[in-house]
Nanobody, 116 residues
């Protein structure tokens, strides 16, 4: 079992920055592949960024060069640094963990609103 708690969302102007955090507990964080998803109103949930157990990262095209995912295994935390935010980045952002063999875990989500 793993529990995930996101924080760091809020309202920011276009071009601004936010850093999301996801604190994990209850299992071996270092063994989990970690992801950030987002879901905008009326749209499907989409994968934003991934970081593997070994630290390799992957991003959806629309956030490449603007978002950075990182993890601190000593703090059981994964981060999403978001720069040059755009109105189309507005969504609820969810932290996700994948553990073998126990499966998928989700946080409760944190709202990010980019608006002038």
């Amino acid at each position: 079992q793993m529990q995930l708690v996101e924080s760091g969302g809020g309202v920011v102007q276009p071009g601004g920055s936010l850093r999301l955090s996801c604190a994990a507990s209850g299992s071996i964080f270092s063994a989990a592949a970690m992801n950030w998803f987002r879901q905008a109103p009326g749209k499907q949930r989409e994968l934003v960024a991934q970081i593997t157990v070994g630290g390799s990262t992957n991003y959806r095209d629309s956030v490449k060069g603007r978002f950075t995912i990182s993890r601190d295994n000593a703090k059981n935390t994964v981060y999403l640094q978001m720069n040059s935010l755009k109105p189309e980045d507005t969504a609820v952002y969810y932290c996700h963990a994948f553990l073998i063999p126990s499966g998928n875990y989700w946080g409760q989500g944190t709202q990010v609103t980019v608006s002038s």
